[in-house]
């Protein structure tokens, strides 16, 4: 499994940016999945974004399409998150998530995670 360490959260104000990286430890990166996911206090954890382990294919929840970028380096073992026009609501912890290429389905639910970041906290101040 691989071993994932999140940073670039911090506090922003509504309509700015930030980016989240994710490093991946091992030489197995380039076949997970990888994603993002979020968790505001007292609320569920939930899909923020995802890209494929073969073809890049990207996945958004529809509360920030359009307004989020999920990509991958494979040399660098590193999955980003750009996050521009950011709102309050955005306010969460944001969590790096990798899902092994043997699992069929999207990762775009917590039960299809088998690797899970310690989170960095993203604040946005209205």
């Known amino acids: 499994q691989v071993q994932l360490v999140e940073s670039g959260g911090g506090l922003v104000q509504a309509g700015g940016s930030l980016r989240l990286s994710c490093a991946a430890s091992g030489r197995t990166f380039s076949s997970y999945s990888m994603g993002w996911f979020r968790q505001a206090p007292g609320k569920e954890r939930e899909f923020v974004a995802a890209?494929?382990?073969?073809?890049?294919?990207?996945y958004y929840a529809d509360s920030v399409k359009g307004r989020f970028t999920i990509s991958r380096d494979n040399a660098k073992n590193t999955v980003y998150l750009q996050m521009n026009s950011l709102k309050p609501e955005d306010t969460a912890v944001y969590y790096c998530a990798a899902q092994k290429w043997t699992r069929t389905v999207v990762l775009n639910s917590v039960r299809d995670v088998d690797s899970w970041g310690q989170g960095t906290q993203v604040t946005v101040s209205s």
């Open positions: 890209i494929s382990w073969s073809r890049g294919s990207t």
